[in-house]
């Protein structure tokens, strides 16, 4: 137990302190420091979560999982420097998350909750290809939205733990809708400044952590060893 915390819970702890302390110092403020500086700050928390998933699943899955944080990690410090870019990185995380949430199919699924994985796909571009002020840019970010939705709904509807996974990748959708409100009815509010990040952030600690989580109970039953993520 010791061993593993030693080990692997600093990764946790190293990816919780740059992703907090980036929207302190670097989101609510304007630090003067150097900006390929602050472009790496605030890559590293989620760049720590790719590496925590890769070591603590020791197999395919944590190959996959680290792969779809660091395209999100690669997103993050790419949008400082070109929106394609940056937008290209994060579809790529999310077209790799749908094929790996698309192999935890959840096989019993209620009403309510197959509906609102229906619905939160064509929903949410809607409300995305509306945003935008500029409208010859709808349509672009619509696509966008897309990836992002279908990797929310693939997440809600997977086995992994909707109160985390699931809850975690609505985050990161309401996120980028955020940002797409920033391009057309909150232009000039506060609101996207203040919950971009954090929900973001936390969107994806939430995902990271209830993957591993899950898949590291299930490797341990077959032995005796304590799991913990």
């Known amino acids: 137990m010791k061993s593993a915390f030693a080990e692997n819970r600093p990764f946790l702890m190293i990816s919780l302190l740059f992703g907090i302390s980036y929207y302190f110092a670097c989101v609510l403020n304007t630090p003067e420091l150097p900006e390929p500086l602050i472009v790496l700050w605030k890559g590293a928390g989620v760049s720590f979560l790719a590496i925590y998933a890769l070591v603590r699943l020791h197999r395919l899955d944590g190959k996959i999982v680290g792969a779809f944080m660091a395209f999100g990690a690669l997103g993050d410090m ?21 094929a790996f ?25 809607g409300i995305a290809w509306a945003l935008p002020s500029d409208r010859g840019s709808a349509l672009t970010i619509a696509l966008y939205c897309l990836s992002v ?44 400044d203040l919950f971009i990040w954090p929900f973001y952030y936390f969107g994806q600690f939430m995902i990271a952590t209830g993957i591993v989580r899950t898949l590291r109970h299930e490797m341990a039953a077959d032995s005796a060893d304590p799991v913990h993520a």
């Open 149 to 192: 939705a279908g990797m929310a709904a693939m997440a809600w509807t997977s086995r992994f733990s909707r109160y985390q996974v699931g809850a975690g990748a609505i985050l990161f959708l309401v996120s980028d809708l955020l940002i797409f409100a920033r391009m057309g009815p909150l232009e000039t509010s506060i609101i996207p």
């Open 78 to 98: 790419a949008l400082e420097y070109d929106m394609i870019i940056g937008a290209g990185a994060f579809m790529v995380g999310h077209f790799l998350a749908i």
């Open 101 to 125: 949430y698309s192999r935890y199919r959840r096989h019993k699924l209620g009403f309510s909750q197959k509906l609102f994985a229906i619905l939160l796909v064509p929903l949410s571009i």
